[in-house]
């Protein structure tokens, strides 16, 4: 709670009287409850039957210990299943997703907020219209793109710049890095013009240095999307060598023991949870932020 | 560089940008030729011209081949019959006429919007309701934000192929948690009538953080004085709720409902990866037809005309959505 919060719908004369407290205590209790069994319960379970044998896992779904803890679940998954193998494939993904979009985002930002080119604005106009229509309507025809590059004759599936290239046509990016910028005040791009400072010296030497944030809220939106992307991997990476723990996991659930299927599932989710741990603060506040636009 | 700053200051008319205000776009971006200035000012301009060509040359190149192409011949494509070895002919509306005559297309169509109504309505209030007792609650505020947001970090297969586990008729949690009150056991993914609200429960668990935090967000913007005001003229709990919490954000109500059908219409995750669109197609989604036609029937035309069919229907959400977001963009 904020500081100028001191009250909500109740204010503390409401908190006082008896029924009032009776009705939120016990709505309180429900709710974390709830919370806490919705939100950390179905968690819980990947990690205990994650380490459970399959006949204990299949007999007593609903025990809250594992008969016999079975750690060799998590490296047997990691050789057999080839989950290490595919968590790489994921991380060169989420990699190279996340530095395109960096790339894009402060570049094209750097052009249309402080270069102002003539052609800037049916750019930018562009660029935003492109928010109108989700990726998946256009996702067909963006397949043969990649499939036979215009003007290249090249095919990009099954190699990662097939998942890394359309990640970087991110419009959302560029819309955050030009307001960003925007707020940059002008007379540090003139001092710096003054003192014979060129384009690409202030881009490196005074924006980048200012965008901490920015590139802050970029990289954490892009890699937790990168790491959730399922049906562009599946559509573009078919050779399963190549193919990252999301698309993986669905085909390995057809055959894979439960206990060493359910270990890979947790440690899909190591990652991408540690990155949330660390930066929860910034996520639970910048959702409402960004979420309105994104 | 440093030539024409010197003879820059001298001349007003030329400098671009007087302190903090903006160069209206296109004052300086006139094409040199159009100005009758002296060398260094001429390449000036067009040195940054160059230099703002060259900084967009990523996006520029990225957002053609990989959106605004790919956007133009979605569109094209609804038009064309392609088999990627010979060049696309052009077929008229016949794409259209085959999609209309699959008679999986109309049952596609009625489990996505059947989806998009039970996701709303489960899916929609919940996170309104968790958000109004939760911005009431004075400790541990943080810890239950983070166990809210908890599910939304989990990569949807690895939530789907999870409650897949728990639907499972014999040795999944659902049915042994339903059986310690007496209910079922059911068969879920198994039946025609289950499998979907079973999609939408996994859907809504992986959804629901993130709206949860939105709500918080606006409902810590509520403006305490409303609340003071309508408890001295007596209002009850209950009524403030109605009257002025749920009022006052109701413009983030309407982008979050907005958001929701955007993304229920987009459905593919859940009922690919669960069942399959079964059974007997009682969970074959819009996108998971245009899956099959593209990717497994090879027919890229039926998959165009479909897909064009799809953005128009999203086009129109969007733009509404996109309307009603501009004053959060300006602000």
């Given at each position: 709670?904020?500081?100028?919060?001191?009250?909500?719908?109740?204010?503390?004369?409401?908190?006082?009287?008896?029924?009032?407290?009776?009705?939120?205590?016990g709505m309180q209790t429900v709710l974390v409850l709830a919370v806490v069994v919705a939100g950390a319960g179905p968690?819980?379970?990947?990690?205990?039957?994650?380490?459970?044998?399959?006949?204990?896992?299949?007999?007593?779904?609903?025990?809250?210990?594992?008969?016999?803890?079975?750690?060799?679940?998590?490296?047997?998954?990691?050789?057999?299943?080839?989950?290490?193998?595919?968590?790489?494939?994921?991380?060169?993904?989420?990699?190279?997703?996340?530095?395109?979009?960096?790339?894009?985002?402060?570049?094209?930002?750097?052009?249309?907020?402080?270069?102002?080119?003539?052609?800037?604005?049916?750019?930018?106009?562009?660029?935003?219209?492109?928010?109108?229509?989700?990726?998946?309507?256009?996702?067909?025809?963006?397949?043969?793109?990649?499939?036979?590059?215009?003007?290249?004759?090249?095919?990009?599936?099954?190699?990662?710049?097939?998942?890394?290239?359309?990640?970087?046509?991110?419009?959302?990016?560029?819309?955050?890095?030009?307001?960003?910028?925007?707020?940059?005040?002008?007379?540090?791009?003139?001092?710096?013009?003054?003192?014979?400072?060129?384009?690409?010296?202030?881009?490196?030497?005074?924006?980048?240095?200012?965008?901490?944030?920015?590139?802050?809220?970029?990289?954490?939106?892009?890699?937790?999307?990168?790491?959730?992307?399922?049906?562009?991997?599946?559509?573009?990476?078919?050779?399963?060598?190549?193919?990252?723990?999301?698309?993986?996991?669905?085909?390995?659930?057809?055959?894979?023991?439960?206990?060493?299927?359910?270990?890979?599932?947790?440690?899909?989710?190591?990652?991408?949870?540690?990155?949330?741990?660390?930066?929860?603060?910034?996520?639970?506040?910048?959702?409402?932020?960004?979420?309105?636009?994104? | 560089?440093?030539?024409?700053?010197?003879?820059?200051?001298?001349?007003?008319?030329?400098?671009?940008?007087?302190?903090?205000?903006?160069?209206?776009?296109?004052?300086?971006?006139?094409?040199?030729?159009?100005?009758?200035?002296?060398?260094?000012?001429?390449?000036?301009?067009?040195?940054?011209?160059?230099?703002?060509?060259?900084?967009?040359?990523?996006?520029?190149?990225?957002?053609?081949?990989?959106?605004?192409?790919?956007?133009?011949?979605?569109?094209?494509?609804?038009?064309?019959?392609?088999?990627?070895?010979?060049?696309?002919?052009?077929?008229?509306?016949?794409?259209?006429?085959?999609?209309?005559?699959?008679?999986?297309?109309?049952?596609?169509?009625?489990?996505?919007?059947?989806?998009?109504?039970?996701?709303?309505?489960?899916?929609?209030?919940l996170p309104?309701l968790v958000?109004?007792l939760m911005?009431?609650i004075?400790?541990?505020?943080?810890?239950l934000?983070?166990l809210v947001?908890?599910p939304?970090?989990?990569?949807?297969?690895?939530?789907?192929?999870?409650?897949?586990?728990?639907?499972?008729?014999?040795?999944?949690?659902?049915?042994?948690?339903?059986?310690?009150?007496?209910?079922?056991?059911?068969?879920?993914?198994?039946?025609?009538?289950?499998?979907?609200?079973?999609?939408?429960?996994?859907?809504t668990w992986?959804?629901v953080g993130?709206?949860v935090?939105?709500?918080?967000?606006?409902?810590?913007?509520?403006?305490?004085?409303?609340?003071?005001?309508?408890?001295?003229?007596?209002?009850?709990?209950?009524?403030?709720?109605?009257?002025?919490?749920?009022?006052?954000?109701?413009?983030?109500?309407?982008?979050?409902?907005?958001?929701?059908?955007?993304?229920?219409?987009?459905?593919?995750?859940?009922?690919?990866?669960?069942?399959?669109?079964?059974?007997?197609?009682?969970?074959?989604?819009?996108?998971?037809?245009?899956?099959?036609?593209?990717?497994?029937?090879?027919?890229?035309?039926?998959?165009?005309?479909?897909?064009?069919?799809?953005?128009?229907?999203?086009?129109?959400?969007?733009?509404?959505?996109?309307?009603?977001?501009?004053?959060?963009?300006?602000?």
């Amino acid at each position: 709670m904020s500081a100028r919060a001191d009250r909500g719908v109740l204010s503390s004369a409401d908190r006082r009287r008896t029924p009032v407290r009776l009705w939120s205590g016990g709505m309180q209790t429900v709710l974390v409850l709830a919370v806490v069994v919705a939100g950390a319960g179905p968690l819980y379970w990947t990690v205990k039957s994650a380490i459970s044998a399959t006949p204990d896992l299949l007999a007593h779904p609903l025990s809250l210990w594992p008969e016999k803890f079975e750690w060799h679940n998590l490296s047997d998954a990691w050789s057999t299943l080839q989950i290490g193998h595919y968590l790489v494939n994921t991380a060169v993904l989420v990699g190279g997703s996340w530095l395109t979009q960096l790339l894009v985002a402060t570049t094209a930002g750097y052009a249309l907020s402080v270069l102002r080119p003539w052609f800037g604005r049916v750019v930018y106009g562009g660029i935003l219209a492109t928010l109108f229509l989700p990726g998946t309507v256009s996702m067909v025809a963006l397949y043969l793109t990649v499939l036979n590059v215009p003007g290249l004759g090249v095919s990009l599936t099954d190699t990662p710049l097939a998942v890394w290239l359309p990640a970087g046509a991110h419009a959302f990016n560029i819309l955050l890095a030009k307001q960003f910028f925007d707020a940059i005040p002008r007379e540090l791009f003139e001092a710096a013009e003054v003192d014979g400072a060129g384009s690409f010296r202030v881009f490196w030497r005074i924006v980048l240095p200012l965008s901490g944030p920015l590139l802050a809220v970029i990289s954490l939106l892009s890699v937790m999307t990168a790491w959730k992307d399922f049906l562009w991997p599946l559509i573009v990476i078919t050779d399963p060598e190549r193919q990252p723990l999301a698309v993986a996991l669905p085909r390995l659930a057809n055959s894979a023991d439960q206990a060493l299927l359910l270990a890979g599932m947790f440690i899909a989710i190591v990652p991408p949870l540690l990155i949330f741990v660390v930066f929860q603060r910034y996520i639970v506040r910048g959702v409402g932020f960004t979420g309105l636009k994104g | 560089m440093s030539t024409t700053q010197a003879e820059g200051v001298t001349r007003p008319g030329n400098r671009p940008i007087p302190d903090g205000e903006r160069r209206p776009p296109s004052g300086d971006g006139t094409p040199p030729t159009a100005r009758r200035r002296s060398g260094p000012q001429l390449s000036r301009a067009w040195r940054l011209n160059l230099a703002a060509l060259i900084f967009l040359l990523p996006a520029l190149l990225l957002f053609g081949y990989f959106s605004w192409w790919p956007i133009l011949r979605s569109a094209l494509l609804a038009f064309q019959q392609t088999n990627l070895v010979e060049p696309a002919t052009w077929v008229g509306w016949s794409n259209f006429v085959r999609l209309f005559d699959d008679p999986v297309l109309p049952i596609a169509v009625r489990n996505t919007l059947w989806f998009t109504a039970l996701s709303l309505l489960i899916g929609f209030p919940l996170p309104v309701l968790v958000a109004l007792l939760m911005s009431e609650i004075r400790r541990f505020g943080g810890l239950l934000r983070v166990l809210v947001y908890l599910p939304v970090v989990v990569p949807p297969v690895v939530s789907v192929l999870l409650w897949k586990q728990f639907y499972d008729p014999d040795s999944g949690l659902a049915n042994h948690v339903l059986g310690l009150i007496g209910l079922g056991p059911f068969l879920w993914l198994q039946d025609q009538h289950w499998a979907m609200p079973g999609l939408v429960i996994t859907a809504t668990w992986a959804g629901v953080g993130g709206a949860v935090l939105i709500y918080l967000a606006a409902l810590a913007g509520v403006s305490t004085e409303l609340y003071d005001a309508a408890e001295i003229d007596g209002a009850s709990v209950p009524r403030r709720v109605w009257h002025i919490a749920l009022p006052q954000i109701r413009g983030v109500l309407l982008l979050m409902l907005l958001l929701q059908i955007i993304g229920a219409f987009q459905v593919f995750t859940e009922p690919f990866v669960m069942t399959a669109g079964g059974p007997e197609n009682a969970t074959i989604s819009v996108l998971m037809l245009i899956y099959r036609y593209a990717f497994l029937d090879g027919d890229y035309g039926r998959a165009g005309a479909l897909s064009v069919l799809l953005a128009i229907v999203l086009g129109l959400v969007s733009a509404l959505y996109l309307r009603l977001t501009r004053p959060w963009s300006r602000s």
